[in-house]
């Protein structure tokens, strides 16, 4: 079956720009999203189609993909943006939808 | 107002059957792309299930042929039959509208409904 590859936890100070990487076989043919869980809340949308943001979602938030790679970057990342992070997609058949493992975003 | 309100989650034992509901409000069931995603306690998100407006559905193969999608248009509801279930189907269960607008990705999301599969 079809996966998407995160790492685990990613630490950065308060101002400083966080970047999540999510790795998957089907990316250079298939969109990219994002996801923002805070701690005992459903997930927010806060990138789709690979780099454009839902209304009302700062634009310290952006996204990217090359290759088989998607990425998310936070600028600037705020002590209110520590939360986990899951990158979403399609398999080549665009009717099974995988989301990665998740990465735990730490600002402090 | 777009609202989604997930219910009949519970305890159930190994290999019993639950039936899940998401009560939409504020948009049209029928006319949009919707979806079920499950967290276990401490873990992840994972995809279970999608029904397109054209009614066709699809699943996870860790959940094909145990549960099935559907959806109530005189109800504007949402549904998740759940049978044959396991121990690590235990998990909140989220239903989201999948929007057009966002490529189908998922706009809204309910509150969750807790399902415990335990003898």
């Known amino acids: 079956s079809y996966e998407l590859t995160q790492p685990p936890s990613v630490s950065v100070s308060p101002g400083q720009t966080a970047r999540i990487t999510c790795s998957g076989d089907a990316l250079p043919k298939k969109y990219a999203y994002w996801y923002q869980q805070k701690s005992g809340q459903a997930p927010v949308l806060v990138i789709y189609?690979?780099?454009k943001r839902p209304s009302g979602i700062p634009e310290r938030f952006s996204g990217s993909s090359s290759g088989t790679m998607a990425t998310l970057t936070i600028s600037g990342a705020q002590v209110e943006d520590e939360a986990d992070y899951y990158c979403?997609?399609?398999?080549?058949?665009?009717?099974?939808?995988?989301f990665g493992g998740g990465t735990k975003l730490t600002v402090l | 107002e777009v609202q989604l309100v997930e219910s009949g989650g519970g305890l159930v034992q190994p290999g019993g059957s639950l039936r899940l509901s998401c009560a939409a409000s504020?948009?049209?069931?029928?006319?949009?792309?919707m979806s079920w995603v499950r967290q276990a306690p401490g873990k992840g998100l994972e995809w279970v299930s999608v029904?397109?407006?054209?009614?066709?559905?699809y699943y996870a193969d860790s959940v094909k042929g145990r549960f099935t999608i559907s959806r109530d248009n005189s109800k504007n509801t949402l549904y998740l039959q759940m049978n044959s279930l396991r121990p690590e189907d235990t998990a909140v269960y989220y239903c989201?509208?999948?929007?057009?607008?966002?490529?189908?990705?998922?706009?809204?999301w309910g509150q969750g409904t807790l399902v415990t599969v335990s003898s």
């Open positions: 979403y997609s399609t398999d080549s058949s665009a009717n099974h939808k995988v």
């Open positions: 989201t509208r999948d929007n057009k607008e966002y490529s189908y990705g998922s706009d809204y």
């Open positions: 189609e690979d780099s």
């Open positions: 504020g948009f049209t069931v029928s006319s949009s792309y």
């Open positions: 029904i397109y407006s054209g009614g066709n559905t």
